[in-house]
């Protein structure tokens, strides 16, 4: 089943055209050193219709290096799904530390869960079952929560990337990094708009192309954006 479920869940994640290649990748870097439980999560969700929505492994791992390199304790992550990135970051945290996890559908973070709960870690998280912009808003009503956050992670609806964005802004303490999911959007990015096909995987593309520029002028934070998974942009709040 193993083998199975990791091309189910990768391979039409990749940006890479070269299935071996990407096979390669994650074979020899990716899978060795994910943790039993993060693989529990992909077994798990791979049956899921919309399997293709969970993070993908070497995005995955890029993260995890992030959350260590400025040793994240506190957190937010919007956008669950089954909870593969939620519980790397929890893994990836100190034992005190804490995420607020947002989405409008338990039903999907309840496959994960017990998963989540089986590897020690459920007390770090306050899931939120809700719509996003709302529980930000809430948030920034105390003025304590400003610049109280040290890393965020947003995986959820792309026409409003950019209203999470400046929200984040005042969240995020100088020095804190938040990253973004879908940011090359199967390559289509660098397509002409004339060759999408109306719908709304075009309309997507377009707020992931408003999203991109967007963050490219945005002086109050560096930027990487990596082709790992359906590419991810990195941004450290500078000021």
């Known amino acids: 089943m193993g083998d199975c479920v990791e091309k189910i869940i990768t391979f039409n994640k990749g940006l890479l055209k070269n299935e071996e290649l990407y096979k390669y990748i994650l074979e020899t870097s990716v899978y060795p050193r994910e943790p039993q439980p993060l693989k529990e999560i992909r077994e798990a969700t791979a049956p899921h219709p919309w399997a293709f929505m969970g993070t993908a492994p070497d995005a995955g791992q890029a993260i995890e290096m992030v959350l260590k390199l400025i040793n994240a304790k506190k957190t937010i992550e919007i956008g669950v799904f089954t909870g593969y990135s939620l519980l790397l970051t929890a893994l990836s945290i100190p034992e005190d530390g804490k995420i607020i996890a947002i989405d409008p559908d338990r039903e999907y973070y309840e496959i994960g869960f017990p998963i989540i709960r089986r590897a020690g870690v459920e007390h770090k998280i306050d899931f939120i079952e809700s719509q996003a912009l709302p529980v930000l808003d809430r948030l920034l009503e105390d003025d304590e929560n400003e610049g109280s956050l040290d890393f965020a992670f947003v ?8 209203n999470y964005h400046e929200r984040l802004m005042k969240l995020l303490k100088v020095g804190g990094v938040v990253v973004y999911d879908n940011t090359l959007w199967e390559g289509t990015v660098a397509l002409p708009e004339k060759l999408m096909e109306e719908g709304r995987k075009k309309e997507m593309r ?16 560096q930027i990487c954006v990596a082709p790992l998974g359906d590419g991810i942009t990195i941004c450290r709040r500078i000021f």
Do not use: F, P, W
């Open 155 to 162: 995986d959820a609806d792309k026409g409003n990337y950019k």
């Open 206 to 221: 377009k707020d992931i192309v408003e999203l991109n520029n967007a963050l490219a002028t945005d002086s109050r934070i």
